[in-house]
């Protein structure tokens, strides 16, 4: 038996010694333990912000894209049907979005609307129809915003005449006016045109002419003087300006709307006098600020054949070259009898896209606008235009929509309350009053 009391002793001893040397480590175990779950939570924590810190640096190694180089990745990435739609502004007859301009928009993929009275009878209502086209083309893939455009000039030709403010003709402003009143009625224009959403003036008008109500006169400078601010106080107000109708309209008695003419004026004289705004225009002011837009008529000294629209003598070689003129040029309605007595439609589109024009305005029946469209495409598949035609012209329309059109929606109570107001008319009415004494 005293052995095995001596075996239960040296037992006991043997734990004691045991339990002595476990119990300080427990803690030291579960601290450890503690830290090596704690490590488990923190390590993906590490690793995210790890991650977060790598993509903020290559973001801030990354050039930031400029808009040249967005419009060429666009284009790039553009089917055909995208990059044509792009290069057509058109009307439609509703005062709201209806089948034609939603058909136009969604799945011929236009690029561009212009506004007539037709569709206009509210500042309120006109802001909430572009909201309502502008929403149509920001769903699509590119998400690139409409440019809506209407012509605005005053006088005779003004849209939303009773509600809008009594913008003068330019026959009156350049009978009486000075720089700084039409520089101040074009940016009350603007800014009025901008509050209902649109991007595009067809004005100022440069034709030379006595008599013609929507002209500044018959001296040139004086001309280009009155167009260069309206195209400042415009472009001011975000609204890109139209120089129109190149070379200049002014010597012809013959309403281009209903027939063709042509203009005998030899070369210089047609470039001391008509040309001359123009060209002083582009000379002197930024040509992301205007576009021009090439009258119908035909001008025999320069090309004996084809109207001003439809020729490359005028747009690549006088315009283009001669003038340098770097901006987007855009072609009378097509719907004109100047032209669509003698052209079919499909290939007026192909002769003012081969002459160099980057903007066809197809204004009133879709039919024709469809027809446009399609036999575009199809000259393309054809061979009868080159697709790098194409992209030139796709490419300087997206590039002046991503430089201008910042804030395609706008707000219809804005428009309310800035189109036609009390203040804008109080300016032009002590303008005239004061004029008239």
Not at 178 to 197: C, F, H, Q, S, T
Request: proline fraction near 4%.
């Amino acid at each position: 038996m005293k052995w095995k009391s001596l075996l239960l002793i040296f037992a006991i001893f043997i734990l004691s010694i045991f339990a002595i040397i476990s119990i300080p480590k427990l803690p030291l175990f579960q601290e450890n333990q503690k830290t090596k779950i704690q490590d488990q939570h923190e390590e993906p924590e590490v690793k995210e912000a790890g991650n977060v810190a790598a993509l903020q640096e290559e973001k801030n190694d990354k050039k930031e894209e400029t808009v040249e180089e967005k419009a060429a990745r666009i284009v790039d990435d553009m089917s055909l049907g995208e990059k044509v739609g792009q290069l057509l502004m058109v009307g439609f007859k509703s005062t709201e979005k209806d089948e034609a301009i939603t058909d136009l928009i969604v799945n011929k993929h236009i690029g561009s609307v212009i506004l007539f009275d037709r569709n206009m009878e509210t500042p309120e209502q006109v802001a909430q129809l572009n909201n309502s086209l502008q929403r149509l083309a920001l769903k699509k893939r590119f998400g690139v915003p409409l440019m809506i455009g209407v012509d605005q000039e005053g006088g005779d030709i003004l849209r939303m005449r009773e509600k809008v403010s009594p913008i003068p003709s330019q026959q009156k402003l350049g009978q009486a006016a000075n720089e700084k009143a039409v520089y101040d009625i074009a940016l009350l224009n603007g800014r009025e045109l901008a509050a209902m959403g649109f991007h595009l003036n067809f004005a100022p008008v440069l034709d030379l002419s006595e008599t013609d109500s929507r002209s500044f006169g018959t001296n040139p400078e004086a001309v280009y003087t009155y167009g260069a601010k309206v195209v400042q106080g415009l472009h001011e107000a975000k609204i890109t300006a139209t120089l129109k109708h190149f070379p200049g309209n002014g010597r012809s008695s013959v309403d281009p709307h209903i027939d063709t003419s042509s203009v005998k004026a030899d070369k210089l004289d047609l470039e001391n006098s008509d040309i001359y705004p123009f060209k002083k225009l582009i000379e002197n002011t930024d040509h992301n600020q205007f576009f021009i837009m090439m009258t119908h008529i035909k001008y025999p000294s320069y090309d004996p054949s084809k109207p001003a629209s439809l020729s490359s003598v005028m747009i690549q070689k006088l315009l283009r070259e001669k003038l340098g003129y770097k901006g987007i040029v855009v072609t009378d309605d097509l719907e004109m009898g100047a032209v669509n007595k003698y052209y079919s439609y499909e290939d007026m589109a192909i002769e003012a896209i081969n002459a160099g024009a980057d903007l066809l305005l197809v204004c009133h029946e879709y039919e024709h606008q469809v027809e446009v469209y399609n036999g575009l495409v199809k000259a393309v598949k054809d061979g009868k235009i080159q697709e790098k035609r194409i992209n030139e012209a796709v490419t300087r329309v997206l590039m002046h929509k991503l430089s201008t059109i910042q804030n395609p929606i706008v707000d219809p109570q804005y428009a309310k309350e800035t189109v036609g107001s009390k203040e804008h008319k109080t300016l032009i009415e002590n303008w005239m009053n004061t004029k008239e004494q």
